[in-house]
Structure formats: structure tokens, C-alpha cells
């Protein structure tokens, strides 16, 4: 009989530490690492997580809105701490709290000046964000002397890096697009920094840009889903240990004949003699409908188990006619036998929406890094 008792995503420590060292050798000694640690350390447990990275020795942190950044300041974190998405309305916030703001357009760049005034601020580290194809968030080439009029206008800020995002950098296929988003940024950054008297840091390089284009890291680059332990290439994915395990437990099991039907709308329909396992765990905790009826599956002791019937909010089914399991066994649902990667395609998405889905009544279990 196993030991578990409910659902539950461990969380191990030793796999972050492979993974950034991981990374970390790929890149120049001098160049910075940026962990981003956004969407609760990417479904995992963003102050945790956090603090082992800062342990480790990442030189930044980044979030996407402010209230994660407040939350990792509460919690002891001390190293510099970028915010990808701030709004107008957070700014105020984000200097009170010691938090960097990513600045993307005339607007936001005028608004952080004004409110860094006020409150008497001089040389506040900022960011600016360079659209280089992407065509999310970012500054025009075009508006680069606009930003530099502002900067050189007031002692308030300093500009401490200066980044762009790259869209497909894990795609060979968008090699040429990915080479001219390098390019692009390039002449952008040089053609602001000739204007300054100081040079920022540089960052464009994602987790797929530190593995494919190592010289493009220039002083700095960022890494999210690689750190969680996944590369979004099949030849990188060896080399990293998914940090998440989704484990959950047998609550009940049935013995139905045919005939018989399982969940809402009866949607799996008995033809045989049919075992069958709950498990507690559903559309609420962050295993989606559309991986029900077939399309995905858990491991019990080893053996693949089908999802059967549609997903439950707080329940699923899984099919074990032919497997020895006993209700309180421990059931797999992503995690060592079953790659992350793997339950997620059966699924038709991919890992990011999976593992940061895992909603927080889900519970934390860490483990820790073995010396």
C-alpha cells in the first residue's frame, strides 16, 4: 500500500539545481541569469522556488505583475526583481516595494518618471522593453529618440537593462526571423546606448535562445520553462528533470458490467466487465476536460491507466481493469514514468499551460535537494 493521501505536486529541488546549472553552462562566465519565476514559479511555488534560485545564485528575478513581486520581497527575497507587465495604477507600489519595471511605451515611460519624482527617487533602475517582432509589448525603433529625450530629462531613473523577446526561437524553421529579431535588437540597443553614458545590461535570449543561440546571450539572459525542466526541443528535454510531479490517490474502486455508464452524460459507456478507479482530482485543480474520454492517461504501479467518462470538477476516472491496485494506492498522474510533455500532448496543449494550471488547493509537497 502506498503512503499517499491526496492529490499532490512535489516539488524537487534537486532537479531546479540540475536544471540552472544546467543552463548556466551553457553561457560565458560574465553573461547574468535572469530567473523568472512568474505564474507561481511557473505552477510550482514561486517563494520556494525563489529562495533555492537565489541560493543558487541567479543575479535577477523576474514576475509578470507586481503583486508577485511584493510577494517574493515578503517572503526575504533580496535580489533585483523585474516586473515584466506592470500597470500605471502599480507604480507607486513597485518603488515601495524595491521592484524594477519593465517600460514599454511614451505613456508608462512619462508616468514611472512622474511618479519616481514625486516621491523623490534618483536613479530608480528601470527596463525597457524593444519590439523586435514579437508585437507584444515593447518600444519602435522609431521611438528611440522620444526615449532617450525623457531619460535625459530627469535624474529619476536609470535605465538598468534593456530587452526585446524572441517569438520562435525554439523553431529551425524561423531561424531567418529569429536572426533578424538578434540583428534588429542590436542596432535598437547600440543606437540608444551611443546617446547614453553608461551602457545597460542586455537581455533577449529565452530558454530556447540560451540553448540555440548562445551568441546572442549578450550580458544577460532569461530563463522560465527551462528551469521547470523542459526545453521545448526532444533532443534538450534529456538534459533537464521536469521539477513537478502530480501525484493523487485511488478514493474508491468499481467493478461495472456492461451496460453500465460512468460520469456527467454518461459519456463512457461499459461494453465489458470493467474495472474502474476515483481519483481526487479534476477540472479544478487543473487537469482539464480535454483530457477525458481516452485522450490522456496515469500511471498506476508502472501501467497506463485511461481517463475514462468526462473530467469531474474534483474527480476523475481511470480505467484499471488490468492492473492489481487496492483503493489508497498512489496513482501518477504526471511525473516520472509520464513526462509532463507527454500528458500535456495527449491533451492537444502544451507543458507551460499544463504545469501552470495546477491550481493552489492542489497540495505543496518540497523536496529538497540532496547534498
Known amino acids: 500500500m502506498s503512503e499517499a493521501k491526496e492529490t499532490v505536486l512535489e516539488i524537487d529541488l534537486g532537479a531546479l539545481a540540475h536544471n540552472y546549472r544546467y543552463l548556466r553552462s551553457k553561457l560565458d562566465k560574465d553573461v547574468k541569469f535572469m530567473a523568472v519565476v512568474k505564474a507561481f514559479a511557473y505552477g510550482s511555488d514561486s517563494e520556494v522556488i525563489a529562495k533555492k534560485l537565489e541560493e543558487l545564485g541567479t543575479d535577477y528575478f523576474a514576475v509578470a505583475y507586481v503583486y508577485e513581486g511584493i510577494r517574493l520581497r515578503k517572503s526575504g527575497i533580496t535580489k533585483p526583481i523585474l516586473v515584466l507587465h506592470p500597470q500605471l495604477t502599480n507604480f507607486e507600489e513597485i518603488i515601495d516595494h524595491c521592484l524594477e519595471p519593465n517600460l514599454y511605451s511614451e505613456k508608462i515611460l512619462r508616468k514611472f518618471i512622474e511618479i519616481a519624482e514625486q516621491k523623490n527617487q534618483k536613479n530608480y533602475p528601470v527596463h525597457l522593453k524593444f519590439n523586435t517582432g514579437l508585437n507584444r509589448l515593447g518600444f519602435s525603433q522609431k521611438e528611440i529618440p522620444t526615449i532617450y529625450k525623457l531619460i535625459s530629462e530627469t535624474e529619476s531613473l536609470r535605465v538598468a537593462s534593456v530587452l526585446s523577446h524572441l517569438a520562435a526561437s525554439e523553431d529551425w524553421r524561423e531561424r531567418e ?102 481519483l481526487p482530482v479534476g477540472h479544478a485543480d487543473g487537469i482539464n476536460r480535454r483530457y477525458g474520454n481516452g485522450k490522456a492517461g496515469v500511471m498506476v504501479h508502472g501501467n497506463y491507466a485511461p481517463i475514462i467518462g468526462n473530467v469531474c470538477m474534483d474527480i476523475i476516472m481511470i480505467d484499471v481493469t488490468d492492473i492489481n491496485c487496492e483503493e489508497g494506492d498512489e496513482v501518477m498522474i504526471f511525473g516520472g514514468d509520464q513526462h509532463p510533455v507527454k500528458f500535456a500532448e495527449a491533451g492537444g496543449t502544451i507543458s507551460y499551460e499544463l504545469i501552470t494550471g495546477i491550481q493552489r488547493r492542489v497540495s505543496r509537497k518540497i523536496i529538497e535537494e540532496k547534498s
Open 177 to 278: 526571423f529569429t536572426l533578424g529579431q538578434i540583428n534588429l535588437f542590436r542596432k535598437m540597443t547600440w543606437e540608444l546606448i551611443e546617446k547614453l553614458d553608461y551602457e545597460p545590461l542586455l537581455h533577449i535570449c529565452n530558454t530556447s535562445g540560451i540553448i540555440n543561440y548562445p551568441k546572442a546571450a549578450f550580458s544577460m539572459v532569461r530563463s522560465g520553462i527551462g528551469l521547470y525542466g523542459f526545453g521545448n526541443d526532444e533532443t534538450i528535454d534529456p538534459h533537464l528533470k521536469p521539477v513537478g510531479k502530480l501525484k493523487s490517490v485511488i478514493s474508491q474502486i468499481h467493478h461495472l458490467e456492461k451496460g453500465d455508464t460512468v460520469g456527467y452524460n454518461r459519456a463512457f459507456k461499459v461494453e465489458k466487465p470493467t474495472k474502474i478507479a476515483i
